[in-house]
C-alpha cells in the first residue's frame, strides 16, 4: 500500500471536485500504486471498474457474489455460493474490507456505498449474473427457512426463469394482501404480470392468479386507505 504524500492528497482533492466519495476512491486507487496525477479515471464510476479489475480473481468473485445476492449478504449463503471454507472466506472478506468495498457485521456483507454495488453488479456479464441469480435462488430454495418470496421472484427474474419469478410474485402478492400492505401488493403483482407471455401453456392460468390478487389488492387500497 502507497502512503500518499500532501502534494498527492491535494491532486485527489482538485481531481475529486469536492465530493467526499469520489476523493475516496481516488485515494484507494491511489493507495494501490497509481499516480494520482495521471494513471486515475476520470469519473468515480471509472475508478470503482478500475479498482475491481485489479483485484485478484477470488476478491473479484466475493465481491460480485455479494453484489448479485444483495446486501447485507449473508456469509453462510456466499460462502455455499462460492464453495468456500471459513477460512478462505474470513481472508477474502477483510481484504475486500481492507480496499474499502465492504463493511462486515453480524447480519453479513454490505458494499459501503450503493455506487459500488451497482458498479460491481452491472461488470458481471449478462450470462454470468443469471448463472449466479439462478444458483442463488436454488440455495434459498433449500434453506430451512424460506426468505420473503418476492427475494425469490427477483433471483429466479434474473435467471431468466420467469415461470418460477411468476409463481413467487403471486405468492408475494397474496403474503402482502395478507398483512394489510396494499401497495406492496400492487407492486408484486404488476411484476408477475409484466413477465407474463401470452404464448407459453401457463400464461393464462398465471394471468388469472395474478389479476384477482391485484383487484383484491387495488380494492383494500381504495376501500379501507391500507398503509
Do not use: C
Request: hydrophobic share 45%; aromatic share 6%.
Amino acid at each position: 500500500t502507497r502512503k500518499l504524500d500532501g502534494a498527492a492528497m491535494e491532486t485527489l482533492v482538485e481531481r475529486s471536485a469536492d465530493n467526499p466519495f469520489f476523493l475516496e476512491e481516488l485515494a484507494y486507487a491511489s493507495k494501490s500504486g497509481n499516480d494520482p496525477a495521471t494513471d486515475v479515471p476520470g469519473s468515480v464510476q471509472a475508478v470503482i471498474e478500475s479498482r475491481i479489475a485489479g483485484l485478484a480473481p477470488q476478491g473479484r468473485a466475493l465481491l460480485y457474489a455479494i453484489a448479485v445476492i444483495g446486501t447485507p449478504a449473508p456469509t453462510p449463503l456466499f460462502s455455499a455460493l462460492l464453495k468456500l471454507d471459513p477460512g478462505a472466506v474470513e481472508s477474502r472478506l477483510k481484504q475486500l474490507t481492507t480496499a474499502g468495498f465492504l463493511t462486515v457485521d453480524e447480519d453479513g456483507a454490505t458494499f459501503r456505498h450503493m455506487l459500488l454495488h451497482e458498479t460491481a453488479y452491472a461488470m458481471l456479464s449478462p450470462d454470468d449474473r443469471a448463472n449466479l441469480h439462478g444458483e442463488v435462488a436454488l440455495l434459498l430454495e433449500a434453506e430451512h427457512e424460506l426468505p420473503l418470496p418476492e427475494i425469490l421472484a427477483w433471483h429466479w427474474q434474473e435467471a431468466g426463469e420467469k415461470d418460477r419469478a411468476i409463481g413467487y410474485w403471486t405468492k408475494a402478492s397474496n403474503a402482502a394482501l395478507y398483512r394489510a400492505a396494499g401497495r406492496a401488493a400492487i407492486s408484486f403483482a404488476q411484476k408477475g404480470l409484466d413477465l407474463i407471455e401470452p404464448t407459453r401453456p401457463d400464461s393464462a392460468r398465471q394471468e388469472q392468479n395474478l389479476q384477482l390478487s391485484l383487484a383484491a389488492a387495488l380494492m383494500t387500497r381504495l376501500g379501507y386507505g391500507a398503509d
